[in-house]
């Protein structure tokens, strides 16, 4: 019989190999429902894991769907480090997108390229607007943080709708509901011509860059840390769980407002009420599959954003179903949330099951 | 010849870092007193939750009343008459003392019933326990009656206690001698588990001593001196202490009338404490759990900042509102009682937890010079004796005896001018405490002023210069330790002391 027991200390070995055991037995249960549905399972392990990587412009389109995750999940990461749980950096992320278009719908004949460096910054705040009343409701009522990032989701998609529905619904856009498409002057740059991969990436890296610094470099962030991992020994040391509240939700909400703002002002090009596809909620998983680190970070992006490529190319050329990439998203999620057991526990062998009634001998 | 009420033969448990029982072997009498003498880390609470059904050895056999059994689990225990009160206790934080109880009993009892029993239990055994309050609002000391009024509620033929005295005041552990004595004389059998040499010899038939997961030696306690019971428990005589004489300095920290409502609904104001503390000496405050020393260490420590202006200074300084960070820069340094989550952090490493209350290699820009840190980690280790798997080892894989070093040796390396403790020995071996109290002596001699809050009165005597004593939010005056006893200090502790005289000085 085996026990499962807890090792004196945290195995390193296991908190690096638990993501990629996960992936391993997502990737065998991939096979198995591919098989069930009666799919060539070779082939669908293909779209998800061979075709988004085949040509530079599959790569491309990959970093398209990895930097707002990426970015998003970085300061999700600074939040639930901190013991704070903004779950609506969704709302955050379209927030960022409506002051982004904001800014960008100002662009007249006479605009330079700087105003890109305005829509981003516009959108940064946007978001932080949205995460900052979370942080002031916790702060001044105790309102709980879980609760209200999420509602917020849902008020900002209203809000959004409201702006594209009405004010700012393109006075010649056949009645669909949508903004004007911005001038040209408000592209996002791309890296190079023919792909749309932008310079989000390099926001991107240097947002990990910056975020690994400020997680395990500065005072501070190793105060918003303890704040997270045991309050008492913060209050203790004197860190103030105000400071951290506002940091941590200022921080998430500035990234997510910023992903917003370079998928409006990128990709899209305007501002649509489809502009939400579920990143601020992918990023949580991808936050966590990357350990919240930084770097753990970059890979589960770029992950998750193979799951979403793969999950169309599925759809379009095998005829599966979409919901392939939510299936994956979460058996990803399961499977690592199992894994991490053997990170703070082990098994060992305790000898033969006790079955045995009452024998006085036993080994 | 009487039949055994419990014989273990052979026991042994190993644990992943250690083998924490290793061929026990022990043998209880009906109505016997039996010691089970023992450092911390020794294996007496393991080897007692192995008797009561909580953890399952390795090797061995558990005879009861003479017939083999196999303890699965403690519910078995208590069908079987064995009650445990443990030294950590097993309580639901959100729930009633009463409703705690009334989990481990037949269902058919009702809540009300229990409650009225668990009034009547306290009453004939002094143990002043309010039923009807959540456990999350209970004291340590308070939460360890509640264990105790439940184990008595089974009337059980066999009870184990788990270093039970050390929340109680003297007059309390007299009349908690008396019930056992009590319980005795109706053939109960108590383990009776501790490292206090002096109460294991008053009360005690039999004593089994273990050191390192094994019996050294088995003894009748009441023919034993201090000295042999000590060698038998660590293998040496515990180092003695050098008391200097005391060279008072300048008032260090002067605390004035200091009234606090209590924060939580159960918690204890603090009524009218005042308290003047010198460079040089140290300031034992002794009491009963719960009885206004928490609020007063969040009060003093800056974690509690609401003390009225001019309530608390710091060589007359006012610091009444400052948080602990301006405090510390001050020079007023707290180890708190909770070594795991607030004097330092579990999960993180013996470096990172220095960075708490020390900013030596913080630069002034909120840089971290990593080497730095490690450095001083090292240093701390090196210099405390800490046994550590280094400085990158987290905080949680130390034992009790070596973290509290580590916590006491960075706040005594940080050169305090004011240091204040709260219970620095709980739980800590025989040897580690003897450290502490070495270095607390050595910070005096060297012009530090020292509070120590405690409910060891052995340990306060043995280290201070002055006591007072906390009963109900409020502070007696104080008193020069070698001028008062501990039958004057235990009554004290019950709110009984002079008064009038009280109010000119404390």
């Known amino acids: 019989m085996f026990k499962l027991e807890a090792r004196p200390q945290p195995s390193r070995v296991m908190s690096y190999a638990s993501p990629l055991i996960a992936l391993a037995i997502t990737i065998l249960i991939g096979v198995g429902i591919f098989l069930w549905l009666g799919k060539d399972p070779i082939k669908g392990l293909e779209m998800f894991f061979v075709e988004p990587l085949k040509s530079a412009q599959a790569i491309s389109e990959l970093t398209v769907k990895a930097v707002p995750l990426l970015l998003i999940a970085l300061g999700l990461a600074v939040c639930f480090r901190s013991n704070i749980w903004n779950i609506g950096a969704e709302g955050q992320y379209l927030l960022g997108a409506v002051a982004g278009s904001w800014v960008a719908m100002q662009a007249g004949p006479g605009t330079g ?90 926001i991107a890296i240097l947002a990990v860059a910056a975020l690994w610094t400020f997680l395990f470099r500065t005072y501070r962030g190793f ?17 103030s769980s105000r400071v951290a509240l506002w940091t941590a939700l200022l921080v998430s909400g500035a990234m997510a407002g910023l992903a917003g703002a370079l998928e409006v002002a990128g990709p899209m090009g305007q501002l649509t009420p489809y502009l939400s596809v579920g990143y601020g909620f992918a990023a949580i998983i991808v936050a966590f599959v990357g350990r919240l680190h930084p770097v753990g970070i970059v890979f589960s992006s770029l992950l998750m954003s193979l799951f979403y490529i793969g999950g169309e190319l599925a759809q379009s050329r095998l005829g599966l179903p979409k919901a392939m990439t939510s299936v994956f998203q979460g058996l990803l999620l399961f499977t690592l949330l199992g894994c991490d057991t053997w990170i703070h526990n082990r098994l060992r062998w305790i000898g033969k099951p006790r079955t045995a009634p009452r024998r006085s001998e036993e080994a | 010849m009487t039949e055994l009420r419990l014989e273990l033969t052979g026991i042994s448990k190993q644990y992943p870092a250690v083998k924490a029982n290793d061929g026990v072997s022990l043998r209880v009498k009906p109505g016997q007193i039996h010691a089970v003498l023992g450092e911390n880390g020794a294996g007496k609470s393991t080897l007692m939750k192995i008797i009561y059904g909580a953890v399952r050895p390795d090797e061995g056999e558990i005879r009861w009343n003479g017939k083999p059994v196999k303890i699965r689990n403690p519910h078995e225990a208590r069908a079987l008459g064995i009650s445990m009160v443990f030294q950590h206790f097993s309580l639901f934080d959100t729930l009633t003392a009463a409703e705690n109880v009334w989990l481990g009993l037949d269902k058919s009892i009702s809540l009300a019933k229990v409650t009225q029993r668990i009034r009547e239990v306290a009453q004939e055994f002094g143990l002043d326990v309010d039923p009807l309050r959540p456990v999350h609002s209970l004291s340590v000391g308070e939460r360890q009656r509640v264990e105790i009024v439940r184990a008595l509620l089974a009337k059980p033929q066999l009870l184990i206690l788990d270093e039970p005295t050390s929340v109680l005041t003297p007059q309390a552990v007299d009349k908690l001698f008396i019930t056992l004595n009590k319980l005795s004389d109706q053939g109960c059998s108590i383990l009776y ?43 040496a005589e515990p180092p003695e202490l050098k008391h200097r004489e005391a060279h008072l300095g300048e008032v260090a920290l002067a605390v004035k009338g200091l009234t606090l409502p209590k924060q939580d609904p159960y918690g204890t104001s603090l009524a009218g404490i005042s308290l003047e503390l010198r460079a040089g000496e140290i300031l034992g405050i002794a009491g009963v759990s719960g009885n206004g020393q928490n609020e007063l260490m969040a009060a003093l420590s800056g974690e509690d900042r609401r003390s009225p202006k001019g309530s608390i200074e710091l060589f007359g300084r006012d610091i009444s509102h400052d948080g602990p960070d301006p405090r510390r820069k001050q020079g007023l340094h707290f180890v708190p009682e909770e070594r795991l989550g607030r004097g330092a952090v579990p999960m993180l490493s013996l470096a990172q937890n220095t960075l708490l209350t020390r900013h030596e290699s913080v630069s002034r820009t909120g840089w971290i010079h990593k080497s730095e840190v490690v450095k001083l980690a090292e240093n701390l280790i090196q210099r405390f004796h800490v046994a550590a798997g280094g400085p990158h080892a987290a905080a949680r894989s130390l034992s009790g005896g070596n973290l509290q ?21 709980w739980g800590v071996d025989v040897g580690a405490a003897a450290t502490i109290r070495a270095e607390l002596l050595e910070l005096r001699d060297a012009g530090c002023a020292v509070l120590v809050v405690s409910e060891e009165l052995d340990e306060l005597f043995e280290i201070s210069d002055r006591l007072v004593v906390m009963a109900q939010g409020q502070m007696s005056p104080s008193i020069p330790a070698h001028e008062t006893t501990v039958e004057q200090i235990g009554e004290w502790m019950s709110g009984l002391w002079p008064r009038e005289a009280g109010h000119v000085q404390a």
């Not at chain 1, 009405?166 to 890296?191: A, C, E, H, M």
């Not at chain 2, 039999?206 to 000295?227: F, I, Y």
């Open chain 1, 223 to 239: 105060q918003l840390q303890v704040g997270g991992l045991a309050p008492a020994a913060a209050r203790y040391a004197g860190f």
């Open chain 2, 405 to 425: 070093k580590y916590i006491v040796g960075r706040e005594v390396d940080a050169a305090p001018r004011i240091l204040i403790l709260s219970q620095p020995t």
């Open chain 2, 193 to 235: 588990i501790s490292h206090k040499l002096d109460e294991i010899r008053t009360l005690c038939h039999h004593c089994t001593v273990l050191r390192g997961g094994k019996v050294t030696g088995e003894v009748d306690p009441t023919q034993e001196t201090n000295a042999s019971l000590s060698r038998l428990m660590i293998g």
């Open chain 1, 113 to 202: 390229r700087w105003i890109v460096a305005l829509i981003l910054l516009g959108g940064a705040l946007g978001g932080m607007v949205w995460s900052g009343l979370v942080a002031f409701l916790k702060d001044r009522f105790n309102a709980n943080e879980i609760l209200v990032s999420l509602m917020l989701v849902y008020v900002g998609q209203q809000f959004l709708d409201y702006l594209v529905f009405g004010p700012w619904k393109d006075p010649n856009g056949y009645n669909f509901p949508q903004t004007i498409t911005f001038l040209s002057v408000t592209k996002i740059p791309r890296l190079m011509d023919g792909y749309r991969a932008n310079i989000g990436v390099l």
